[in-house]
């Protein structure tokens, strides 16, 4: 992987996730980046749209948060609660609210400007559209989102941000989650079969972020996914 720009040890441990991804079921989209250094490895799925599942929760908040900091709306206390419980423990409910209340459209308007630029939402499949749920991206697009997030999002909500992720409930304590790191998860039951996708960072001064979308396509399911998902992670950064 002499392209990649990562140094020689992790360049070994770069090809063992490979390996080991394809040995699993479906296929699993995966992007790496050094945020020191600006290396960064994908692999070839890391352009394949996926069902975002939970993951578009990390997107809503920086959006609510965006919009809170401009003025054009004010979060409340209950907001902000519910907020909480999307990052914590990928609360649906809260997410219902805050997208209905907070006008679903202007979210996926505002979704692109956090690099999420191959986002679709899924039309047919829920009464409203767009719907948080049935929306599809790419491990490239949750890349770009997480290092907007540690990027660009002014200081105060990125810490609030990370904060959050650091300390997440046990429905989420798989994937790129662990000492020394965050994480947003998604996993949902679609028609396609299971996906099992989890993105966050690791590290001090959160130097490495990863994104990892596993899609089952039927050939497994939750337990399978969150196996891949940790283990790449494992792998990577044992």
Do not use: H, I, T, Y
């Given at each position: 992987?002499?392209?990649?720009?990562?140094?020689?040890?992790?360049?070994?441990?770069?090809?063992?996730?490979?390996?080991y991804a394809e040995t699993r079921p479906g296929t699993v989209g995966i992007v790496l980046r050094d945020r020191k250094t600006g290396a960064m490895w994908r692999n070839d799925h890391a352009d394949e749209l996926t069902w975002t599942a939970s993951t578009i929760k990390l997107a809503m908040v920086v959006n609510l948060l965006e919009r809170n900091r401009s003025g054009k709306i004010k979060l409340t206390g209950d907001d902000r609660r519910l907020m909480n419980a999307m990052l914590h423990s990928s609360d649906d409910d809260a997410a219902d609210t805050l997208w209905k209340r907070y006008t679903g459209s202007t979210f996926n308007a505002a979704f692109p400007k956090y690099g999420m630029t191959g986002l679709v939402a899924q039309r047919g499949y829920s009464a409203t559209f767009p719907y948080w749920g049935y929306e599809k991206c790419t491990a490239n697009d949750l890349d770009r989102l997480i290092n907007y997030v540690l990027d660009t999002v002014p200081a105060e909500d990125r810490a609030y941000i990370v904060g959050q992720m650091r300390q997440v409930g046990p429905e989420q304590q798989w994937g790129v989650w662990g000492p020394g790191s965050g994480t947003k998860n998604g996993w949902s039951q679609e028609d396609s079969g299971w996906v099992m996708n989890s993105v966050g960072f690791v590290g001090p001064d959160e130097r490495y972020t990863l994104a990892i979308m596993n899609n089952l396509k039927g050939e497994g399911g939750y337990d399978e996914g969150r196996e891949t998902a940790t283990e790449i992670a494992r792998i990577l950064f044992r």
């Open positions: 992987m002499p392209d990649s720009g990562l140094e020689c040890e992790f360049q070994r441990r770069v090809q063992d996730a490979k390996n």
